[in-house]
């Protein structure tokens, strides 16, 4: 039956709900793994933990203020979300222990804290990488990190350290991996320092010791292979028998080769040039060789005309032009000096290619400017003409994952040290489940006292505080599922403590609306008519107070750090939650009981008998001027 006119037509209100919670609990069992399990954090779940060490040429000790920075980088760049609630501890004078909550693996958490160095570097020349047959040549184990001396000879400088993994692949990721074989000695880069400002570099006169110290080593095990390197300027003529020697070179050494033997040696593959320390390629004034993330293509590089301190931020997207092959994107803008910087490589690129051009008019292919991240291209595009707008990085190993986490890396920032990896672990709950058990039980309780006062103070609208309740609480649920889900977000227990205090905020909406409702029937209206004037006299109130909690809790999250944040979080959706259950369930319930006359029966409601002095003695004197006559009825209509 349609709803009398003026009179609210609480289906919609009903139905948009409905659509709603059909909405969300869809995605909750038809999408990501289809299971109604919220993403639980570090304190309640337990996850995973990895311990690294600061890389330094002389292996001293970094500067305290680098190390705090690169602490803060790498908790940027893991919670990048701001609601997953990491924990990045610094620990002795130069070891950083990085713990994140649920299944992550040590290769996601080795991404997350590569360097990422971004350069932009022209494209000399281009060759595919051809692997010799026979075992795969790696880097092998790492020179052990010694301080440099006169005296140091090359075999000394050889001497294997343990390594953590034996095997420098290819990366399929977005950065390379900071520890492809990380050795446990403080100092396995030939070039360790990766930041740009001397205040906070080691002295690159020790890096250059340790690169020395490094190719001296080479050069003692290559024999008189390194001589005939030397003379090769074409890979093809090369024998690779001949220089089979270079197989058995460290990642430290392979990374002290000159650069054009480098290149043209067949047997320095791509998986011994992906295999290199993540400050291998550190100096951007040197010309250097490196390969794409799949490792088929060596690229010789020009030195570096645009740095990463160029590019003003980076976010990651999806362009339908380019599906299905590559639609994910990583654009990078640029500062006003960096877009000037790399307008002028655009163009010097272009100039290049029509020189050869010019000299050679069989030549093919475009102008090409490599987009290096630490040692890998990550793109080489094509040049068509020059740049002016803002640079765009595609193709490749770039898929959804990786475009966000090549984002992340290069918006927070290169670190300002290298580090290896030195321990990988999983571990448990820092609270337990007892713990997580007395914080349900916290809010059980606090949830049983709302309902009971309800029930005891307002009697059958008590009843309607409890549907609303369970209709707010399922939407809590479900948008914790896909907030873990999509966004990272990780339930702890000061997100739960969040959730318990807001038990309270949605009570008090309940509280607001049915204590104006009692005024009106005080002042003689009936339910049913008092339900529309109080719900607009309510309205303001509830709106003014869930506006006060949300700033409160959205300026708590800017401004707090680690579990408070969660707190906050929590707090913040539950205060939105109310909202949405006050307007689209609890007043359309009051408005369709108030009609029933069973609900408006003083006993049941308890708010017939709410009347002032002076609305009863209008109802008697009404009552006796009646053609009918009988004693005086509260019972509303």
């Known amino acids: 039956m349609a709803a009398p006119a003026g009179h609210l037509k609480v289906s919609r209100y009903f139905l948009v709900l409905a659509v709603i919670l059909v909405a969300l609990y869809a995605l909750v069992f038809l999408t990501g793994n289809k299971k109604p399990h919220p993403k639980l954090g570090l304190d309640l779940q337990g996850?995973?933990?990895?311990?690294?060490?600061?890389?330094?040429?002389?292996?001293?000790?970094?500067?305290?203020?680098?190390?705090?920075?690169?602490?803060?980088?790498?908790?940027n760049r893991v919670n990048a979300s701001g609601v997953t609630e990491p924990e990045v501890v610094t620990e002795g004078n130069r070891n950083l222990v990085v713990s994140v909550a649920g299944g992550t693996n040590a290769d996601e958490l080795k991404k997350l804290v590569a360097p990422a160095k971004l350069t932009f570097r022209k494209v000399l020349e281009s060759a595919p990488d051809k692997p010799t047959p026979g075992p795969e040549p790696t880097c092998g184990v790492k020179v052990a990190a010694v301080a440099p001396s006169p005296s140091a000879s090359g075999s000394k400088s050889a001497s294997p350290s343990p390594s953590t993994s034996g095997s420098a692949k290819p990366s399929s990721s977005a950065s390379a991996s900071p520890s492809a074989s990380p050795s446990a000695s403080p100092s396995a880069s030939a070039s360790g320092s990766a930041s740009a400002s001397p205040s906070v570099n080691p002295s690159q006169?020790?890096?250059?010791?340790?690169?020395?110290?490094?190719?001296?080593?080479?050069?003692?095990?290559?024999?008189?292979?390194?001589?005939?390197?030397?003379?090769?300027?074409?890979?093809?003529?090369?024998?690779?028998?001949?220089?089979a020697a270079f197989r058995t070179l460290t990642c430290t050494e392979v990374a002290a080769l000159p650069a054009k033997m480098q290149f043209f040696v067949p047997t320095v593959t791509c998986s011994m040039l992906n295999g290199r320390d993540p400050g291998a390629l550190e100096d951007d004034k040197d010309a250097v060789v490196a390969c794409d993330q799949g490792g088929t293509t060596k690229y010789a590089l020009d030195v570096a005309k645009v740095q990463g301190t160029d590019v003003a931020s980076a976010d990651n997207g999806y362009d339908p032009q380019n599906y299905p092959t590559d639609p994910w994107i990583v654009k990078l803008h640029f500062t006003g000096k960096g877009q000037g910087k790399w307008t002028a490589l655009t163009q010097e690129a272009m100039q290049q290619q029509?020189?050869?051009?010019?000299?050679?008019?069989?030549?093919?292919?475009?102008?090409?400017?490599?987009?290096?991240?630490?040692?890998?291209?990550?793109?080489?595009?094509?040049?068509?003409?020059?740049?002016v707008g803002d640079a765009v990085i595609n193709g490749g190993d770039i898929d959804e994952k990786n475009s966000k986490l090549l984002a992340t890396q290069l918006k927070y920032g290169a670190l300002p040290l290298n580090f290896a990896l030195q321990d990988f672990e999983t571990v448990s709950p820092t609270l337990g489940l007892q713990q997580m058990g007395y914080g349900l039980l916290a809010g059980a309780i606090g949830l049983i006292l709302?309902?009971?006062?309800?029930?005891?103070?307002?009697?059958?609208?008590?009843?309607?505080?409890?549907?609303?309740?369970?209709?707010?609480?399922?939407?809590?649920?479900?948008?914790?599922?896909?907030?873990?889900?999509?966004?990272?977000?990780?339930?702890?227990?000061?997100?739960?403590?969040?959730?318990?205090?807001?038990?309270?905020?949605?009570?008090?909406?309940?509280?607001?609306?049915?204590?104006?409702?009692?005024?009106?029937?005080?002042?003689?209206?009936?339910?049913?008519?008092?339900?529309?004037r109080a719900w607009i006299r309510a309205r303001r109130t509830i709106l003014s107070a869930d506006a006060v909690s949300f700033l409160a809790a959205a300026v708590l999250w800017l401004l707090a750090a680690g579990p408070v944040k969660g707190f906050a979080f929590t707090l913040g959706l539950s205060t939105v939650i109310d909202l949405l259950v006050v307007f689209l369930f609890t007043h359309p319930l009051v408005a369709l009981l108030s009609r029933s006359s069973a609900f408006t029966t003083p006993r049941f409601s308890g708010l017939g008998n709410l009347r002032s002095d002076k609305a009863l003695e209008a109802a008697a004197l009404a009552a006796v001027k009646s053609p009918r006559f009988g004693a005086v009825r509260t019972k509303e209509s």
Do not use: H
């Not at 040429?57 to 980088?73: C, F, M, T």
């Not at 505080?465 to 889900?485: E, M, P």
């Not at 997100?495 to 009570?507: D, L, P, S």
């Open 205 to 243: 006169s020790a890096a250059a010791a340790l690169k020395a110290q490094a190719l001296a080593s080479a050069q003692a095990k290559l024999g008189p292979a390194y001589a005939m390197a030397e003379q090769i300027s074409d890979p093809s003529q090369a024998d690779p028998n001949a220089l």
């Open 450 to 532: 709302v309902v009971a006062y309800c029930l005891f103070y307002y009697r059958a609208m008590g009843l309607v505080v409890i549907a609303s309740l369970a209709a707010s609480g399922g939407t809590i649920f479900a948008a914790l599922v896909l907030l873990g889900r999509y966004m990272g977000f990780t339930l702890s227990l000061a997100g739960i403590a969040g959730f318990i205090v807001a038990i309270g905020i949605t009570a008090d909406s309940f509280v607001v609306f049915f204590e104006r409702l009692k005024d009106e029937v005080k002042d003689g209206r009936t339910v049913r008519s008092a339900v529309p």
């Open 47 to 75: 996850g995973a933990a990895i311990t690294l060490s600061a890389l330094t040429p002389d292996g001293k000790a970094p500067n305290a203020a680098s190390l705090d920075q690169a602490r803060q980088i790498i908790a």
């Open 354 to 387: 029509q020189q050869q051009q010019q000299q050679n008019p069989q030549s093919q292919g475009g102008a090409q400017v490599a987009i290096v991240l630490d040692n890998e291209v990550v793109s080489a595009p094509q040049i068509q003409s020059v740049i």
